[in-house]
């Protein structure tokens, strides 16, 4: 596998993994019926450092890593992670998630967090548990799942 920064010309395999994981609405606080436009505009807004992950040339999944606040709290990084459907379970989050720790402590971050785990996501909550991050703060019923109803998410936190 190759974790490397995103070009411009992946921008179609990467929408072809974001779009549909947005659109299930049940990982991401974030309208689920963007328009193609709306898509790229968040996954690979400037303040995202997006990288790709690849497996024999063919992108498999995708992350961004940017500071989590400004000011005061910009020394604590954010990502988020998408794995394309056929590639789970083959490692691809781990291992961008191992590639962003590395990355963000590079770029001086001492601290990475994410805001909105949602708790039915129970893959990756364990994953995030397997590689040292601590569930600091539950936020009752914050996300809306389509077929759960509403359900906890987890504020989530690891030391670099």
């Given at each position: 596998?190759?974790?490397?920064?995103?070009?411009?010309?992946?921008?179609?395999?990467?929408?072809?993994?974001?779009?549909?994981?947005?659109?299930?609405?049940?990982t991401y606080a974030i309208d689920r019926d963007l328009e193609p436009e709306a898509v790229k505009a968040y996954w690979m807004m400037p303040?995202?450092?997006?990288?790709?992950?690849?497996?024999?040339?063919?992108?498999?999944?995708?992350?961004?890593?940017?500071?989590?606040?400004?000011?005061?709290?910009?020394?604590?990084?954010?990502?988020?992670?998408?794995?394309?459907?056929?590639?789970?379970?083959?490692?691809?989050?781990?291992?961008?998630?191992?590639?962003?720790?590395?990355?963000?402590?590079?770029?001086?971050?001492?601290?990475?967090?994410?805001?909105?785990?949602?708790?039915?996501?129970?893959?990756?909550?364990?994953?995030?548990?397997?590689?040292?991050?601590?569930?600091?703060?539950?936020?009752?019923?914050?996300?809306?799942?389509?077929?759960?109803?509403?359900?906890?998410?987890?504020?989530?936190?690891?030391?670099?």
């Open positions: 596998m190759i974790i490397r920064a995103a070009a411009d010309e992946d921008w179609p395999h990467i929408f072809a993994i974001v779009q549909p994981i947005l659109a299930a609405g049940e303040a995202h450092s997006v990288f790709v992950a690849e497996i024999d040339h063919r992108i498999v999944g995708t992350y961004y890593l940017m500071a989590n606040q400004r000011g005061g709290g910009a020394h604590v990084a954010n990502c988020g992670y998408m794995v394309s459907p056929e590639a789970r379970g083959q490692g691809v989050a781990r291992s961008m998630c191992l590639h962003s720790l590395d990355t963000a402590q590079d770029r001086g971050f001492r601290a990475m967090q994410f805001n909105h785990v949602v708790s039915t996501n129970t893959r990756a909550v364990a994953l995030w548990h397997a590689l040292g991050f601590e569930v600091v703060g539950t936020l009752p019923k914050a996300f809306k799942h389509p077929t759960h109803g509403y359900v906890d998410s987890y504020v989530m936190f690891r030391s670099l």
